[in-house]
């Protein structure tokens, strides 16, 4: 960034904003913060994963159990409570919707996940 100081002269004028810069994009910055929220979400859950093989290494020996690597009965276990479910919200709404909508498996992975406490 330029600072305006009364002891530099530059050699070229400074133009007031970058070149090719159009009115309606928000610049580089909002790219800059997005890309470093999203860094520090992969590092946090890299920082967890390593907190994690740490301490369990530490306790049960190397290698890392099978359990802590392979999430499948996690998953099929979420998806057998969700197709088992009786009152759903999905189920308030099939008059508007589609009856797939309510009975298609969909997959999706993040790392927040709704808790109950």
Same mark, same amino acid.
Not at 17 to 30: A, M
Not at 89 to 100: T, W
């Given at each position: 960034?330029?600072?305006?100081?009364?002891?530099?002269?530059?050699p070229?004028?400074?133009?007031?904003?970058?070149?090719?810069? %159009?009115?309606? $994009? &928000?610049?580089?910055?909002?790219?800059?913060?997005?890309?470093?929220?999203?860094?520090? !979400?992969?590092?946090? =859950?890299?920082?967890?994963?390593?907190?994690?093989?740490?301490?369990?290494?530490? %306790?049960?020996? $190397? &290698?890392?159990?099978?359990?802590?690597?392979?999430?499948?009965?996690?998953?099929?276990? !979420?998806?057998?409570? =969700?197709?088992?479910l009786?009152?759903?919200?999905?189920?308030?709404?099939?008059?508007?919707?589609?009856?797939?909508?309510?009975?298609?498996?969909?997959?999706g992975?993040?790392?927040?996940?709704?808790?109950?406490?």
């Open positions: 960034c330029w600072i305006e100081r009364e002891d530099v002269t530059p070229r004028k400074q133009d007031p904003k970058p070149g090719s810069q %159009v009115s309606w $994009h &928000p610049g580089f910055r909002s790219h800059q913060l997005r890309g470093r929220v999203l860094a520090m !979400i992969v590092l946090d =859950a890299l920082q967890d994963a390593i907190d994690t093989w740490s301490e369990i290494t530490i %306790v049960e020996g $190397h &290698p890392l159990a099978d359990e802590y690597w392979h999430v499948t009965d996690m998953y099929e276990n !979420i998806k057998s409570k =969700a197709l088992n009786e009152t759903t919200h999905c189920n308030k709404i099939k008059e508007h919707v589609p009856e797939r909508v309510c009975s298609t498996p969909l997959k992975r993040t790392e927040f996940t709704p808790r109950a406490n």
